[in-house]
T-cell receptor
């Protein structure tokens, strides 16, 4: 079945540091890929997405590129802020082989210190 | 604005009691899902529905049930609550018709404690 493996946390960075959170996936079909963010005490919300190979999703300074050859969707940000402290989830959804169910990684907790 | 709301946000109950968590969405999405979130396990799918009168079991469905009588609502019932069901529960919805590509829209969660 489908699976998502993401970098274990927690990750602690200083403000303005560069962020990378690795995500790789296994899928039988051709999935859409997502990064969701969960701020303390809240539900998950979509951060960015990519629906086909070589697509780059971007939002709020975060970016991730859909790499089919390496089955990866790594999240990056050039300069993190304290307000980026949250839990980040990589996920995939395959309309054709899994009828739209989403598969999530275990989440990576990011703490940014001033 | 369209949204997805869950109630109650916090619930404390006793072992053996029946509990129902409500989920209501105004996105008009066909797909609805219930997940539980536990430390070390990420998000695990409990039940899901692709439309009215359709329900399906997810990976951790034992002890839970759902029903879908309309597009907007997917209540989650714990028939006889157990301490292992202490968790945070998230409802979500999605659609694959343009412009949506399967991304999930989440509620704010319901924190359930079973004593």
């Amino acid at each position: 079945g489908d699976s998502v493996t993401q970098m274990e946390g927690p990750v602690t960075l200083s403000e303005e540091a560069f962020l990378t959170i690795n995500c790789t996936y296994t899928a039988t079909g051709y999935p859409s890929l997502f990064w969701y963010v969960q701020y303390p005490g809240e539900g998950l919300q979509l951060l960015l997405k990519a629906t086909k190979a070589d697509d780059k999703g971007s939002n709020k300074g975060f970016e991730a590129t859909y790499r089919k050859e390496t089955t990866s969707f790594h999240l990056e940000k050039g300069s993190v802020q304290v307000s980026d402290s949250a839990v980040y989830f990589c996920a995939l959804s395959d309309r054709d082989t899994n009828a739209g169910k989403s598969t999530f990684g275990d989440g990576t907790t990011l703490t940014v210190k001033p | 604005d369209a949204e997805i709301t869950q109630s109650p946000r916090h619930k404390i109950t006793e072992t053996g009691r029946q509990v129902t968590l409500a989920c209501h969405q105004t996105w008009n999405h066909n797909n609805m899902f219930w997940y539980r979130q536990d430390l070390g396990h990420g998000l695990r799918l409990i039940h899901y529905s692709y439309g009215v009168q359709d329900t399906n079991k997810g990976e951790v469905s034992d002890g839970y049930s759902v029903s879908r009588s309309n597009t907007e609502d997917l209540p989650l019932t714990l028939e006889s609550a157990a301490s292992s069901q202490t968790s945070v529960y998230f409802c979500a919805s999605s659609e694959f018709s343009f412009p949506n590509t399967g991304e999930l829209f989440f509620g704010e969660g319901s924190r359930l404690t079973v004593l």
